[in-house]
C-alpha cells in the first residue's frame, strides 16, 4: 500500500504544500497567514493549509492521509494554537497523525537532513537555529516584524520605503529608491494607504527588498549600505544561534528562504562575516526544503528535533511503510 503524507511550510507570505504518494509526489501553493501568535491563529492557518491541500487530495482522488507534517511561523511562541491546528487539520483534512512544528525546525531539518547543525532561514521574516548532535536548540531572532527579524525581507524593503520617503522629503540622501517607490505604489500618501490596509504588511514591504537589491547593484550607495546592514544583522542573528555549538568541531551551516534569492550583493558580505567571526561554521548547500523537513518529521518521531513537534494522532507504523 502506498503511503499517502502531505507537507506544508505555511508562512506569512505563502503556503506551499506537497503530497506524497508512494514515491510520487505534487505541489501546490497559495496564500500564507499572519502566524499562530496572532489573534485567531490557528483558524486563519487551517483556512490557508486546506485552501492549498485540498486541491492537491482531490486531484489525487484522495479523501485522507495518513500523516501531515506542518511547518509555520509562529509555533515556537505560540504553543496552544499550534496543538489547536494540529487538532483542527486532524479533523479537516482529516489525517490519522498531524504533527506541527515552528518553520524554522522544518526548514532545519530539510535543510540538514535531519541532522545537526546551523540555519538561518531568512524570508518575510529571518529567524537561526542551532540544532546539536543532542538535539538541544538554540534560536535567535524570529520575533516578528515589529520587535525583530533583522535583516529580513520584511526589515529591508521598510528601510529602503523609509529611504524612499526620506529622499522625496528631502530629509535624507538622494535614492534610485525614491523613483522605485512611486513606481510601485504612486505618492508617499498613497504608500502608507498601502501598507496601512494591506491583510499582511509585513509582506507587502518584504515585496520591495527586491527592488532595494536591484538599486544596489545598480550603484546606488543608499541600496548598497542598506544591504549590508541586512547581511551585518542577519550574520548577528547566526553568530548568536551558532555561539551555543561552539567547541563541537566544524558545524554545518545552510540558508535557506526567499531573502537568498537576492544573491551575492547579500549572500557574499554575509558569509564573509561569519568566516571572520564564526570560522568554524561550515558552509553547506541545503541538501532539501521545508517541505522535505515537514515530511520528515512526519514520517519519523526519533528526529533531533523531536522536542519541537506537536503530535495529534497516532502513526507509529508509518515510518516503517514509508
Known amino acids: 500500500m502506498s503511503v499517502c503524507v502531505l507537507a506544508v511550510d505555511l508562512g506569512k507570505t505563502g503556503c506551499r504544500a506537497a503530497l506524497w504518494v508512494g514515491s510520487s509526489r505534487t505541489d501546490a501553493e497559495g496564500p500564507g497567514a499572519p502566524g499562530l501568535a496572532s489573534p485567531g491563529g490557528a483558524a486563519l492557518a487551517e483556512a490557508a493549509i486546506l485552501a492549498v491541500t485540498v486541491r492537491l487530495l482531490r486531484a489525487a482522488g484522495l479523501e485522507h492521509v495518513e500523516a501531515v507534517g506542518v511547518g509555520a511561523a509562529g509555533v515556537l511562541a505560540a504553543s496552544g494554537p499550534a496543538r489547536q491546528l494540529a487538532a483542527r487539520l486532524r479533523v479537516s483534512l482529516p489525517a490519522r497523525m498531524v504533527a506541527v512544528a515552528s518553520d524554522a525546525v522544518t526548514s532545519h531539518a530539510g535543510a540538514l537532513g535531519g541532522g545537526a547543525g546551523v540555519v538561518l532561514a531568512a524570508g518575510t521574516g529571518a529567524v537561526a537555529l542551532a540544532v546539536g548532535p543532542d538535539g538541544t536548540r538554540h534560536q535567535a531572532d524570529g520575533w516578528g516584524p515589529w520587535l525583530g527579524d533583522e535583516g529580513s525581507g520584511a526589515w529591508l524593503g521598510l528601510q529602503g520605503l523609509r529611504a524612499a520617503l526620506r529622499a522625496a522629503e528631502e530629509r535624507g540622501p538622494a535614492t534610485a529608491l525614491q523613483a522605485a517607490a512611486e513606481r510601485r505604489f504612486g505618492s508617499p ?19 520591495f527588498a527586491a527592488d532595494v537589491a536591484r538599486a544596489a547593484e545598480a ?43 537576492l544573491g551575492p550583493i547579500l549572500i557574499n558580505p ?39 513537534v506537536v503530535r495529534e494522532g497516532h502513526a507509529a507504523w508509518i515510518a516503517e511503510g514509508a
Open 270 to 308: 554575509l558569509l564573509e562575516t561569519l568566516r571572520r567571526d564564526v570560522a568554524w561554521l561550515q558552509p553547506t548547500a541545503p541538501c532539501g526544503t521545508a517541505l522535505d523537513g515537514a515530511r520528515l518529521l512526519a514520517l519519523h518521531r526519533d528526529t533531533l528535533h523531536e522536542a519541537g
Open 219 to 261: 550603484g546606488d550607495t543608499v541600496a548598497a549600505r542598506l544591504l549590508r546592514e541586512a547581511a551585518a544583522a542577519l550574520a548577528g542573528t547566526v553568530r548568536s544561534a551558532a555561539a551555543h555549538l561552539a567547541g563541537a568541531g566544524p558545524v554545518r551551516f545552510a540558508i535557506v528562504g526567499g531573502l537568498a534569492s
Open 189 to 207: 500618501s498613497a504608500l502608507v494607504a498601502a501598507l496601512e490596509g494591506h491583510d499582511n504588511p509585513p509582506r507587502l514591504a518584504a515585496s
